[in-house]
């Protein structure tokens, strides 16, 4: 039986909600660091890694100890949030390289392991503090596929999922929006005049760099406004770093460069560093008024992803990583704007910061042809953007200098062969 034959079961038993698996029609039956192999054989490199939760690539050899050695130890798999050696490890070994270097004071809570339950428990605890309902979200928003993390949500098709009104949330334009607009000039009129019909907002939500919304970069200058209006006014400023966070731009967290200190920061995908479910939300001591359990979860004890988790932050301990993804942004910059330059048919932007790039083009379905042209040719890589516009690049961290080339290569192959110029470059 061949892969292609196999991909019936899913077609004929999973629910049609399924996506990943019609963007890569093949059966993946091993990864390991950068790279993936179907059950034919065929060899992939990984722009995508797990959407973002790979950021220290398939199964590090490190992080499998962790596990195997758990595991064959009959440490406990799940415990709410009782306490364990796998928890203590995690909180002690976060505030040590994290938080301690960075002189930040926070407390660490574990919602549901997902992104969108991080993103309600910082929507909950924010409007316990303050009392107020109103949250301040921004235009091309993903916060999570939740009620409430969807109501900050900007994208029309996922909002329309929900099956009701999506309410309490005010959404804003985003850093760049409308070009020559000031949109922190335009936010900052509507909460102060009383004729705008806003009421005070219990919070802000952001992501520095807008992952599902198109790669969009807010602005150090902007971030640091749209605080400086949060404290002014007595807003709390959450930043979800679901996404960009981990490393993902560069530092460990998104807003480092910024120079930022948010009241609330979500974190999941890559923080258990294995790919596990596991979410973190970090709140400053005195917004810490949860009562006991007032916030809780099943699934909120995975003690495989704190011994994984414990494990990735060694990459921390030194600038030496975060210097490396700096060094491999730049390969994948200089690349990109040269395809933007050479191939103006594209009519394309590069867009992102760190290891969290885009292609943005102007030209209607063009990124979605050319990352089912990379498939084709051995490149794992979607699309994002409220139009699927932008051809989205989230490589694993840890990926190789000849594996970047490589795949650059491959896009290179495949926008020739979308537009028709197979033989225009060599």
Same mark, same amino acid.
């Given at each position: 039986?061949?892969?292609? %034959?196999? %991909?019936? /079961?899913?077609?004929?038993?999973?629910?049609?909600?399924?996506?990943?698996?019609?963007?890569?029609?093949? #059966?993946?039956?091993?990864?390991?660091?950068?790279?993936?192999?179907?059950?034919?054989?065929?060899?992939?490199?990984?722009?995508?890694?797990?959407?973002?939760?790979?950021?220290?690539?398939?199964?590090?050899?490190? &992080?499998?100890?962790?596990? !195997?050695?758990? !595991?064959?130890?009959?440490? =406990?798999?799940?415990?709410?949030? &009782?306490?364990?050696?796998?928890?203590?490890?995690?909180?002690?070994?976060?505030?040590?390289?994290? =938080?301690?270097?960075?002189?930040?004071?926070?407390?660490? &809570?574990?919602?549901?392991?997902?992104?969108?339950?991080?993103?309600?428990?910082?929507?909950? @605890?924010?409007?316990?503090?303050?009392?107020?309902?109103? /949250?301040?979200?921004?235009?091309?928003?993903?916060?999570?596929?939740?009620?409430?993390?969807?109501?900050?949500?900007?994208?029309?098709?996922?909002?329309?999922?929900?099956?009701?009104?999506?309410?309490?949330?005010?959404? %804003?334009?985003?850093? +760049?929006?409308? +070009?020559?607009?000031?949109?922190?000039?335009?936010?900052?009129?509507?909460?102060? +005049?009383?004729?705008?019909?806003?009421? =005070?907002?219990?919070?802000?939500?952001?992501?520095?760099?807008?992952?599902?919304?198109?790669?969009?970069?807010?602005?150090?200058?902007?971030?640091?406004?749209?605080?400086?209006?949060?404290?002014?006014?007595?807003?709390?400023? @959450?930043?979800?770093?679901?996404?960009?966070?981990?490393?993902?731009?560069?530092?460990?967290?998104?807003?480092?460069?910024?120079?930022?200190?948010? +009241?609330? #920061?979500? &974190?999941?995908?890559? $923080?258990?560093?294995s790919g596990l479910p596991m979410a973190v939300t970090l709140i400053k001591p005195e917004y810490d008024q949860w009562g006991p359990g007032e916030h809780n979860g099943t699934f909120r004890g995975n003690n495989l992803a704190f011994a994984t988790a414990a494990e990735a932050l060694n990459h921390w301990k030194t600038d030496e990583f975060s210097e490396a993804i700096e060094q491999k942004s730049e390969l994948f910059l200089k690349r990109l704007n040269q395809f933007v330059e050479e191939y103006p048919e594209?009519?394309?932007?590069?867009?992102?910061?760190?290891?969290?790039?885009? !292609?943005?083009?102007?030209?209607?379905?063009?990124?979605?042809? @050319?990352?089912?042209?990379?498939?084709?040719?051995?490149?794992?890589?979607?699309?994002?953007?409220?139009?699927?516009?932008?051809?989205?690049?989230?490589?694993?961290?840890?990926?190789?200098?000849?594996? #970047?080339?490589?795949?650059?290569? #491959? $896009?290179?192959?495949? @926008?020739?062969? /979308? =537009?028709?110029?197979?033989?225009?470059? /060599?």
């Amino acid at each position: 039986m061949t892969n292609q %034959m196999d %991909m019936s /079961v899913f077609e004929n038993l999973e629910s049609a909600v399924r996506s990943y698996s019609r963007s890569f029609p093949t #059966i993946f039956e091993k990864a390991k660091g950068s790279q993936l192999w179907d059950g034919e054989g065929n060899t992939y490199i990984d722009f995508f890694a797990g959407a973002g939760a790979l950021n220290y690539g398939h199964n590090n050899d490190a &992080m499998q100890e962790k596990l !195997i050695d758990y !595991i064959k130890s009959d440490g =406990l798999l799940h415990s709410l949030d &009782m306490a364990t050696p796998a928890r203590a490890e995690f909180l002690q070994k976060f505030n040590d390289v994290i =938080l301690k270097p960075r002189n930040m004071d926070y407390k660490v &809570m574990f919602p549901g392991p997902t992104g969108t339950n991080t993103v309600e428990s910082a929507l909950k @605890i924010a409007r316990k503090v303050t009392g107020r309902e109103k /949250v301040i979200t921004f235009t091309n928003a993903f916060h999570g596929m939740t009620i409430g993390a969807l109501s900050v949500t900007g994208n029309s098709f996922k909002r329309h999922g929900a099956g009701i009104p999506l309410t309490y949330s005010i959404a %804003m334009p985003f850093d +760049d929006y409308m +070009d020559g607009y000031d949109s922190l000039d335009y936010l900052e009129k509507m909460i102060q +005049d009383g004729g705008s019909g806003i009421d =005070l907002p219990a919070a802000v939500i952001l992501e520095t760099v807008q992952g599902e919304g198109g790669i969009n970069a807010a602005s150090f200058d902007w971030l640091k406004r749209v605080e400086e209006l949060c404290r002014r006014l007595d807003i709390m400023l @959450i930043v979800d770093d679901v996404q960009a966070g981990c490393g993902r731009t560069g530092t460990f967290f998104s807003f480092e460069k910024a120079g930022i200190s948010p +009241d609330v #920061i979500c &974190m999941s995908k890559s $923080i258990s560093g294995s790919g596990l479910p596991m979410a973190v939300t970090l709140i400053k001591p005195e917004y810490d008024q949860w009562g006991p359990g007032e916030h809780n979860g099943t699934f909120r004890g995975n003690n495989l992803a704190f011994a994984t988790a414990a494990e990735a932050l060694n990459h921390w301990k030194t600038d030496e990583f975060s210097e490396a993804i700096e060094q491999k942004s730049e390969l994948f910059l200089k690349r990109l704007n040269q395809f933007v330059e050479e191939y103006p048919e594209l009519e394309a932007e590069v867009r992102g910061r760190g290891l969290m790039l885009g !292609i943005a083009s102007k030209k209607e379905g063009l990124a979605g042809q @050319i990352a089912e042209a990379a498939f084709e040719r051995g490149l794992i890589i979607e699309t994002s953007g409220p139009d699927d516009e932008v051809l989205k690049m989230l490589p694993p961290l840890i990926i190789e200098e000849e594996a #970047i080339v490589k795949g650059l290569d #491959i $896009i290179e192959e495949s @926008i020739k062969a /979308v =537009l028709g110029k197979e033989e225009a470059k /060599v």
